[in-house]
């Protein structure tokens, strides 16, 4: 006899049972439950209960659920592919954020135009709703029974599987994978699918291996979602930094510098801008800044412990014979200036801010516009500070964290990530430092879910993974507890006691990146910043050249009240002017002529309400001054 419990029911079991039988005994199975989780362990409805057990049922909303939906859809997609291409050989087909894709090692790469070939035999699998059936083989079985199929990728994968591993594979009538799952019931669940993009991978990753035909695609388990989800990936399309950075002259990638981005003139009045208030904010809470070198000595990054676990990521070189790296993170940099001066328990908490530019080196495959670069600028953070100030101080991050996503219009959930198992110091210390990191959180009032096992090998931290107006998820803001790099260092303060002492500290960052933040909001505002942000704040529109002059002292009035303002006197009719500075997503057009000329007023027109009436100047500069204090979206 043995015991499972569900959410909110129990029952107890004498033979051995399915999770389906099992759920159905308790009244809980429903068409929309399609995977579980045994103590913790995702499994397929299928999985057989042999003794006492938690079970929490799965649904496609539960993201464990969406990742077994979309699995079975990638096996739907190789037998597909395998039905109509059988000299394709099978590589791996996982499911991932959004959607699923696999990889094939075949002679002719596909185009964009098979997809729909091979939809229409997905379809035909899904409507057959074959079984899944798993099944397992003893390892030298199983490498016999790839060979057989000429799956040569398969055997490699079964070869380099651990001497304990169980081999299981999934068979779908006449097509089987090797799979450790778990799967969907039947094919038949994929209602709702799509085939998305084609694209090139190395096998393993690994540039030097056979270049593999990678299909990505996405399921759902009906054709609403799945429509929802294909308009929102249309307008993330429009919405790209990559195009919006082009059309409003922010920024460039060239062909000089893969991974090094150029900011043009607008792009850097975005990004000073950005910066200016990241400044203004840390000052308020209390922050000092400080500047550190961009390339420092091999001394300092073994000390730190990069040029051992880091080096193929950093740039090196020799001066004077001695090795030098450019700075991957700015860390060790603010260890340095934190031992440059003595410090007593009075002056802590310390914060230290840096804007400092870092290099590393990505695959040249990798590299995605703003999102992956080879330099950026990280708005670093580090707090100095004892065992006992450390909840308040987490609480002060969180509260800054707060005050700029909002500002921003970004939603976000809190992610605790826990010990991992390479992990370094005494696990009281990493138990202590968790516990708090929960206990700020939940003391202000916020939720979190747990990572487990994903902290740092140094510390645990809070992960603030941001949502965009699509419902994109960003991870943007991370505060890091350390407990090894103040030990590394030596890093000391003298304590009430008049003792030495280790200090703790916090890494931390807001944006992330300033870079890769620029590339979130523009996408996330479209390209339409709000006031405060915009590179051009405001157009002087002329309908004719008579009222250049007029315009030219507006624009003179405004900028020297603080606004960004451009004027458009080329010889074009004033509505394509108008249409221009729409699609340059100006916030305001303000359009002059002979009746705005004699009065001293302009008549306005905003990017977004559209027509707002004739305004003195006066009281136009106190709306936008308004718009810009408050800096309303």
């Not at 291996?209 to 990505?216: E, F, P």
């Not at 890769?516 to 004719?544: D, Y």
Request: aromatic share 10%.
């Amino acid at each position: 006899m043995f015991t499972v419990k569900f959410d909110g029911a129990e029952r107890s079991f004498d033979a051995p049972i399915t999770v389906y039988d099992a759920a159905n005994d308790a009244g809980l199975i429903s068409r929309e439950v399609i995977a579980a989780e045994v103590n913790g362990k995702a499994v397929g409805l299928t999985y057989k209960l042999t003794g006492d057990a938690e079970v929490r049922l799965l649904k496609f909303e539960d993201a464990e659920g969406a990742r077994v939906f979309r699995h079975t859809a990638s096996h739907v997609l190789a037998q597909a592919v395998k039905n109509l291409y059988p000299d394709a050989k099978l590589t791996i087909g996982p499911s991932i954020d959004d959607g699923f894709y696999y990889d094939f090692d075949v002679d002719t790469a596909f185009v964009p135009e098979d997809l729909p070939k091979i939809e229409a035999e997905m379809k035909k699998i899904v409507k057959a709703n074959l079984k899944l059936e798993r099944f397992t083989l003893p390892r030298d079985e199983a490498i016999a029974f790839m060979e057989e199929k000429g799956e040569p990728y398969k055997v490699e994968l079964i070869r380099d599987l651990p001497e304990d591993e169980i081999i299981s594979f999934y068979k779908q009538g006449e097509f089987t994978d090797l799979c450790a799952g778990p799967h969907l019931f039947s094919t038949g669940a994929v209602k709702a699918f799509k085939l998305t993009s084609i694209a090139g991978a190395y096998w393993r990753g690994d540039s030097n291996r056979k270049m593999l035909c990678r299909i990505y695609g996405t399921a759902f388990p009906n054709k609403d979602a799945l429509k929802e989800y294909l308009a929102r990936i249309e307008e993330a399309k429009k919405r790209d930094h990559r195009k919006l950075g082009r059309e409003l002259e922010l920024f460039t990638i060239m062909e000089e510098g893969p991974g090094f981005p150029f900011f043009l003139p607008n792009g850097m009045t975005l990004r000073n801008t950005l910066i200016d208030y990241w400044r203004e904010v840390h000052r308020r809470y209390g922050y000092v800044e400080i500047s550190t070198p961009m390339m420092l000595n091999r001394d300092l990054w073994e000390r730190s412990g990069h040029w051992g676990h880091y080096k193929n990521n950093m740039y090196t070189t020799v001066i004077d014979d001695t090795d030098f790296a450019i700075k991957p993170m700015n860390c060790p940099g603010g260890m340095l200036f934190y031992k440059s001066q003595l410090h007593s328990y009075r002056d802590l908490p310390l914060r230290v801010g840096e804007l400092g530019l870092v290099h590393r080196h990505e695959l040249s495959g990798a590299l995605h516009g703003l999102f992956r670069v080879r330099c950026f600028t990280q708005d670093d953070a580090h707090i100095f500070m004892t065992w006992d100030q450390m909840k308040d101080e987490i609480k002060n991050v969180v509260k800054l964290f707060d005050e700029v996503y909002s500002v921003f219009g970004l939603s976000y959930q809190i992610e605790v990530s826990t010990m991992p198992e390479d992990h370094m110091g005494d696990e009281k210390d990493w138990d202590f430092a968790t516990e708090t990191l929960k206990e700020a959180v939940t003391e202000m009032g916020k939720s979190y879910i747990i990572n487990e096992g994903d902290g740092a090998f140094y510390g645990p931290k809070l992960d603030f993974h941001l949502a965009d107006c699509l419902g994109r998820t960003w991870q943007c803001g991370t505060i890091q507890l350390d407990m090894q790099l103040p030990e590394r260092f030596e890093l000391e303060y003298t304590g009430a006691d008049n003792e030495k002492h280790r200090p703790v500290m916090i890494h931390r960052v807001v944006l992330g990146s300033i870079e890769r933040f620029i590339g979130v909001i523009t996408e996330h505002f479209a390209g339409a910043f709000p006031l405060w942000l915009a590179p051009v704040q405001a157009k002087v529109l002329p309908i004719s050249g008579y009222f250049n002059e007029y315009a030219e002292k507006v624009a003179k009035e405004l900028t020297d009240a603080g606004m960004r303002v451009e004027c458009d006197m080329r010889n074009e009719k004033i509505g394509y002017k108008i249409r221009e500075a729409q699609l340059s997503k100006v916030p305001y057009m303000l359009v002059v002529g002979e009746k705005e000329q004699e009065s001293g007023t302009v008549s306005v027109r905003a990017r977004v309400e559209g027509e707002g009436g004739v305004m003195t100047l006066d009281d136009f500069k106190a709306k936008a001054a308004a718009e810009i204090e408050t800096k309303k979206r």
